[in-house]
């Protein structure tokens, strides 16, 4: 991680001399809605978003050539992936599952355990540096990729948005970061409900689910609160940092609050006992596409989780890791057991799914500028047909 640090340093140091433009892109929210932080050194253009679009997709930006971020971040997924842990360009595993990037623009800190990371320009630097396990393997061959940026495809799209075609790794980092941040979704069923108006928008099973979770009973809302459903709010005042940070009682395989040694959480950067299996409380947009759930992936369905959190934490039984997460020292104080029928958890299931953003997942400003789709004359659509030129490698 020092390593990434310093790398991260270097990068964004490289580029605090350019003059920056004037913003020009439009933020799509509803009203009262605030926009995301911008920082100063890289504002909003929708140059500058296109191009970060493009560096998205494009498996040009890994060493081997195999990866792309959005192969580890898939748009009609909430731009995250269907697999327990993710797997680097060289076929390594991580260790954690891949954060779902909806709304990402409007979090405090980055990354599941991290909370000194706060800005997305930092936080793209790890998958493209990070050599233990290797992700896009970036390190390096740094000027080797960077030339695979130089040309006619790519160098208008860097003279749009830094004024000339010069390929850095501080402008990639910061088109990406701004395509990141440009990811916003506001439009579930919830929102029509409770912003537009539309009191048809959730059934009677939806609106007990949202009653629970809002309720001091079962405490949904305390750690999963706000606009965007988690407390890894970027506000103005200076609030606790550690605040989005929970141990929700998955372990305690010593009966002292330990969390396995390959994953410890927000303990690993600060080594404060309380911090031990600490994780950032992730937004619930769009939860119902982005499983698995958890640091780890370890839970399957929503149904599962809800079951989790019904217990209070969990216990296992046998094997390396047993112990009883609902009796974790460092716990907190929101998980606890609740007494839930079973029509109560399928009403929190059915409030969860309806947090879903048809339209986020679908809108062709996010997704692969590599592939574009033809529609014939009779108006049926045909499979997307990828541009040759484009995609090449």
Known sequence: MRKIFLTAVAVLVAGCGEKQPKSDFVWDLPKGYPAPTVPHDNPMTNARVELGRYLFYDVKLSANQTQSCASCHIQALAFAEPVSVSIG???????????????????????????????????????????????????????????????????????????????????????????????????????????????????????????????????????????????????????????????????????????????????????????????????????????????DGSMKTLEEVVDFYAEGGRDIKEGPHKGDGRENPFKSQFVKQVELSEQDRKDLVAFLKALTDEEFLTNPKFGNPFFQQKVPENGDALEPEEITESAEQ
Not at 91 to 114: C, E, F, K, M, P
Request: charged share 25%; net charge negative.
């Open 89 to 295: 360009s060289t076929g390594h595993s991580l260790r954690r599952n891949a954060s779902s990037l909806v709304n990402v623009g409007y979090n405090r800190s980055l990354t599941w355990a991290h909370p000194y990371i706060r800005s997305i320009e930092r936080q793209v630097l790890i998958p493209m540096f990070n050599e233990d396990p290797e992700e896009l393997g970036i390190t390096g061959r740094e000027q080797e990729i960077m030339q695979r940026f130089n040309s006619e495809l790519y160098n208008p799209l860097f003279t749009d948005a830094f004024g000339d075609s010069e390929v850095t790794m501080d402008r990639i980092a910061k088109s990406l970061s701004a395509f990141v941040r440009s990811l916003v979704s506001f439009n579930s069923r919830f929102d029509r409900y409770t912003n537009a108006g539309d009191d048809s928008a959730l059934n009677e099973s939806e609106i007990r689910g949202m009653d629970l979770f809002f309720s001091e009973e079962v405490d949904c809302h305390h750690c999963h609160g706000g606009f965007n459903f988690t407390q890894s709010i970027n506000e103005d005042e200076e609030i606790d940092e550690h605040l989005p940070f929970h141990n929700i009682g998955m372990f305690n395989i010593d009966g002292k609050g330990g969390y396995p040694e390959e994953d410890m959480g927000v303990y690993e950067i600060t080594r404060k006992k309380q911090d031990m299996g600490a994780f950032r409380a992730p937004t619930l947009r769009n939860v119902a596409v982005s499983a698995p759930y958890m640091h």
